[in-house]
């Protein structure tokens, strides 16, 4: 398992691929593994003193390469420009694709490789859909399409907490 401080060995590493892609991350002061993140992989805060601070969800430890696109993500945030994911960020993004990174906007739960409290399965060609929380696509599945095949979207069991 990889601790805080192969996350700053992986950082160093990532840092030069920016580099090489022409891409001035900013200045990190911290980055670590943090059991808070439940609902994302990692989150990039820019303290008051001019240093970022990142946080990746201590769920991806034992996940290399989910971790290291979580990382890369993270660090392109603090790329002048990058803070949202807008027009620069999704450009910067695509700069780092030459050197083997995928990175997203958003990420789904099954790319975190979690399994929903509210799962969902399209009609048409069986891809199934996880949720952690309520919204209104939990609550009416039956109102939307999915747009990879243009199949419904019906429930599965609800999954319920353990019990103790």
């Known amino acids: 398992m990889m601790a805080d401080a192969g996350l700053v060995v992986m950082l160093e590493s990532i840092k030069e691929d920016f580099r090489k892609a022409g891409l ?11 059991g808070r993140l439940t ?22 430890m034992g996940h290399t390469e989910l971790v290291r696109e979580t990382l890369a993500h993270e660090l392109l945030h603090t790329v002048k420009g ?3 994911h807008g027009p ?23 790319a975190f490789e979690i399994r929903g409290r509210y799962q969902f399965q399209c009609s048409r060609c069986g891809v199934i859909v996880n949720r952690t929380r309520r ?10 399409i999915h747009k990879g095949c243009g199949g419904h979207f019906e429930p599965l069991p609800e999954r319920r907490p353990r019990e103790k």
Do not use: M, W
Request: proline share 4%; charged share 30%.
């Open 24 to 34: 001035t991350p900013g200045r990190i002061g911290e980055v670590s593994f943090s």
């Open 39 to 60: 609902r994302s992989r990692g989150n990039c805060r820019r303290e008051t003193d001019g240093f970022y601070t990142i946080h990746i969800s201590i769920r991806l």
């Open 82 to 84: 990058c803070f949202d």
């Open 88 to 110: 620069r960020f999704q450009e910067a993004a695509r700069k780092l694709r030459e050197y083997g990174y995928h990175i997203q906007s958003t990420y789904e739960p099954e």
């Open 135 to 144: 919204s209104n696509f939990t609550e009416h599945p039956e109102r939307y």
